[in-house]
């Protein structure tokens, strides 16, 4: 169970102000990548976030460049999920590969508001906000898979381990 | 029903008799590209505990998003990636060589009916050539070293028909800028994207490049044109053995088919801070600018410093404009040399830089302050991107580019011949 504060924020959020392309071919760890998160759409969300906060946003979520920290520095900030109206296709697999739920629920994202508690329960396909539940269809099982397994790169490395 | 490209071409690398939108597929790439980033991708593979990469013969690693290095820990990656690619025999171009999608399609790496995925969002640039291509992130890069195989999610098409002939000094990007203002950044997102009919039958591989390019920009998995004699004739001496173009049927199943007569097009400016907010040059000119950046992999080729060149007419850049000049490869570099061009830039006040992406992700090379203003031929404008993000960039083609420098405020080309 996912549980958390709605980070409220409009349409086409790119990738540059997601993580900043100034830091983007620096050696960083997560930690201090999550300092960066957001920093230029929103300063105070670095240092505002707590652990299983939602980001809610409207349409192609993630647009522009290819860079993966855009998904991994939102997990090393303790996002739980990001619940948009639409997501650009690269963020929504280096998302999945990062196990960070992308979630699309756009009667959800009208109706959160900043600050606002949000529950989302994945195996059931449901997020809970001001006692309405709102159904969103489930994830293709080779992504689900993926996202249990905890990113792309913990899946394979189960995987290969079978392999032998 | 008949196939598009994209279902074809994913049944045909899954192993499958035939691939519908929607299916998960799992294909091999038939080239894997990384840059810069492959040193993060290093080590992203260094957690699976693999010590080879499976099939260096599909990879292939360019340096050219921060060259030569800025700073002590670009030169460390720079540093591990060279170690990397000699330990593992995978093909590689160091700094200088050029920008990947130029130097990708130079050294004919991407054939006809090849898949190519890239750790790159402009990967979509070999679309050009009649090539699948895709931007896929780091992790999986790693993946693709270990496995050889991803997964990817069969794509629905939009087919976009051009008509029409294009007026004098108006190019590739004002097309693709004026169709990504008329569908909007999110336009085609997820979809494969066909860009056809006579006015893209007419273009140049040059001019075809930036289209396929900027398909990214509205979201597009990838941005196909078919291949024909101009294409053949382009990797005549530069693509090894044999390829196998594909089409898409005439009867194919497409989503939505859009159709644009061009003949009155006039130049596209992106305004800040979106792709998408675009207008006709009429609306922004007269905007003081000062700086203007003219290269990157959407308007940094041979023909694009030619353009910017017969525009600016011999006049000098304009007082207090820097003007950035980046070609695009050392290929282009070179024949730019020969030409004379780069001596006329440079006597015209700009300042030619090294083959490169530098400016245009705000790495160096040119990094914009709080309130000042980038005309650039680049293929994005967001808050921040080059710089300060109290900086605002506009997005236009070579041609807006020349005819700014030189008078110091966007300005409409066709205004000073």
Wanted: charged content about 25%; hydrophobic content about 40%; some cysteine.
């Amino acid at each position: 169970m996912i549980k958390g504060r709605a980070w409220k924020y409009g349409d086409d959020v790119n990738t540059d102000v997601i993580f900043p392309g100034r830091y983007t071919y620096a050696r960083m760890e997560p930690e201090e990548m999550a300092k960066h998160a957001l920093e230029d759409l929103d300063p105070n969300f670095a240092k505002e976030v707590r652990p299983g906060d939602v980001i809610v946003a409207g349409k192609n979520f993630g647009c522009g460049s290819s860079r993966e920290q855009a998904a991994t520095c939102l997990v090393a900030a303790g996002v739980g999920a990001v619940v948009a109206k639409s997501f650009a296709r690269i963020f929504f697999r280096n998302a999945i590969n990062n196990g960070l739920p992308v979630l699309e629920i756009p009667e959800a994202v009208d109706a959160i508001q900043p600050g606002d508690e949000v529950e989302i329960d994945l195996e059931r396909g449901v997020l809970i906000h001001k006692g309405v539940e709102y159904r969103f269809p489930p994830l293709p099982e080779t992504v689900l898979e993926i996202l249990q397994d905890g990113g792309l790169i913990p899946h394979l490395k189960k995987a290969l381990a079978k392999e032998g | 029903m008949g196939k598009t490209f994209a279902e074809k071409v994913l049944a045909r690398k899954a192993g499958l008799s035939e691939a519908v939108p929607g299916q998960i597929v799992e294909v091999t790439p038939d080239l894997g590209m990384s840059h810069d980033n492959t040193a993060a991708i290093r080590r992203i593979f260094a957690k699976l505990g693999l010590d080879r990469v499976k099939e260096p013969e599909r990879f292939v690693v360019i340096l050219d998003h921060v060259v030569p290095a800025a700073q002590v820990q670009y030169a460390e990656n720079h540093k591990d990636i060279r170690e990397f690619v000699r330990e593992q025999g995978i093909r590689f171009y160091d700094v200088g060589r050029g920008i990947c999608h130029q130097v990708v399609v130079e050294e004919g790496l991407a054939r006809p009916g090849d898949l190519i995925l890239g750790a790159d969002s402009h990967t979509t640039t070999y679309g050009a050539l009649g090539a699948f291509s895709a931007g896929i992130g780091r992790s999986e890069m790693a993946a693709l070293w270990a496995t050889s195989k991803l997964w990817l999610k069969v794509p629905s098409t939009i087919r976009i028909e051009l008509y029409g002939r294009l007026p004098e000094l108006i190019t590739a990007k004002d097309v693709i800028l004026y169709l990504i203002g008329k569908l909007g950044a999110d336009g085609a997102l997820y979809r494969s994207v066909e860009f056809a009919g006579p006015l893209v039958e007419g273009m140049s591989i040059s001019e075809r490049l930036v289209l396929s390019n900027m398909a990214a920009e509205m979201g597009a998995k990838n941005g196909y044109i078919a291949p024909d004699e101009v294409t053949f004739e382009y990797l005549k001496g530069r693509v090894e053995g044999d390829y196998e173009p594909i089409y898409p049927d005439p009867d194919a199943n497409y989503e939505e088919v859009l159709r644009f007569d061009l003949s009155d097009l006039s130049p596209q400016v992106a305004c800040p801070h979106t792709v998408d907010n675009v207008v006709p040059i009429e609306e922004v000119a007269g905007k003081r600018v000062d700086q203007v950046l003219l290269g990157t992999c959407t308007g940094g080729r041979l023909a694009d410093l030619r353009l910017a060149l017969e525009v600016m007419g011999g006049r000098p850049v304009a007082e207090g404009v820097r003007m950035l000049v980046l070609p695009a490869s050392r290929e282009v570099y070179v024949k730019a040399a020969e030409e004379g061009l780069l001596k006329k830039f440079a006597e015209a006040g700009a300042l030619v830089l090294n083959p490169g992406c530098g400016p245009c992700l705000g790495a160096h090379q040119g990094v914009l302050a709080p309130g000042e203003v980038c005309l650039s031929t680049s293929n994005r404008n967001f808050k921040g991107r080059m710089g300060s993000p109290e900086a605002e960039i506009y997005l236009a083609s070579p041609a807006v580019a020349g005819a700014t420098a030189v008078t110091g405020e966007i300005c409409d080309p066709r205004s000073l011949s």
